[in-house]
């Protein structure tokens, strides 16, 4: 019966650390493609001119979405104005700086999603990566005894 159980235990937290694995691989490869899909965007910084809106949802660490008027210097030396949306852990204000991205071919502007990509990724690999560690170090446990 004991052995039975050991092994049940061995599955289970095989089957955990593989689950763990396979959504660690999702995430990276949708920040992957995202930088890729965003690669032919002309990064530039702008200076926010003012918060027109904001919603953010939760009192304590969220994500909030923003409406902002941004100034950043475009490719002909000239400085240009333009609305961007920003969903963001921060609380921008005006003379902030902030990321954009610019397509030339069809004249849009974008605020850059990788910083908030990037502490998503982290926070992931943080909490997942600490799971597959305490399920494996318990195995390892239920090995040795």
């Not at 890729?36 to 009192?59: F, H, M, W, Y």
């Amino acid at each position: 019966m004991e052995r039975w159980r050991r092994r049940i235990g061995l599955i289970a937290a095989g089957v955990c650390v593989t689950t763990c694995l396979i959504v660690l691989a999702g995430i990276t490869w949708a920040v992957l493609w995202i930088r890729k899909d965003r690669s032919g965007l002309v990064p530039v910084t702008g200076e926010i001119t003012k918060v027109v809106a904001s919603r953010r949802s939760g009192a304590r660490f969220s994500f909030g979405r923003y409406s902002l008027n941004v100034r950043y210097r475009a490719s002909d030396g000239r400085f240009a104005q333009n609305s961007v949306e920003k969903t963001t852990y921060w609380f921008p204000s005006a003379g902030d700086h902030i990321g954009l991205l610019i397509d030339k071919k069809r004249g849009v502007v974008e605020a850059s999603p990788f910083p908030e990509l990037w502490i998503v990724l982290a926070m992931a690999y943080a909490f997942l990566g600490g799971i597959i560690y305490m399920v494996v170090k318990v195995s390892l446990f239920v090995i040795q005894s």
